[in-house]
Nanobody
Framework: QVQLVESGGGSVQAGGSLTLSCAAS????????MGWFRQAPGKEHALEREGIGSIDSDGSLSYVDSVKGRFAISKDNAKNILYLQMNSLKPEDTAMYYC???????????????????????WGQGTLVTVSS
């Protein structure tokens, strides 16, 4: 069993920055792919989850186009913490942000589809980010 706990969400004005953290515990090792996802307000179904980016066991990164150049994923392997640095935030970035872990393919398109099918090996409880204009 892998447990994931997100933190760092909050309210910020457009153009601002936030850093989210995801602490992993349990039977997780460096072979896992880890990623960040979000679900906008009013979108409740798993199919409406959006994969933002992922980091593979070798450090390879993959991002969705809408956050490239603004968001950055990093990972502290010693502490088993995944980070999401978010800059130049926009109102449309408002969402519940989740982290997930999986031992499958780690490109963001595949990981996003796996999350939408609710098939990731592990999923956190989420942290809310609100961006005001």
């Amino acid at each position: 069993q892998v447990q994931l706990v997100e933190s760092g969400g909050g309210s910020v004005q457009a153009g601002g920055s936030l850093t989210l953290s995801c602490a992993a515990s349990g039977n997780i090792d460096r072979s896992y792919c880890m990623g960040w996802f979000r679900q906008a307000p009013g979108k409740e179904h798993a199919l409406e989850r959006e994969g933002i980016g992922s980091i593979d066991s070798d450090g390879s990164l993959s991002y969705v186009d809408s956050v490239k150049g603004r968001f950055a994923i990093s990972k502290d392997n010693a502490k088993n913490i995944l980070y999401l640095q978010m800059n130049s935030l926009k109102p449309e970035d408002t969402a519940m942000y989740y982290c997930g872990a999986d031992r499958g393919l780690c490109d963001i398109a595949t990981l996003s589809a796996t999350a939408q099918l609710n098939l990731l090996d592990a999923w956190g409880q989420g942290t809310l980010v609100t961006v005001s204009s």
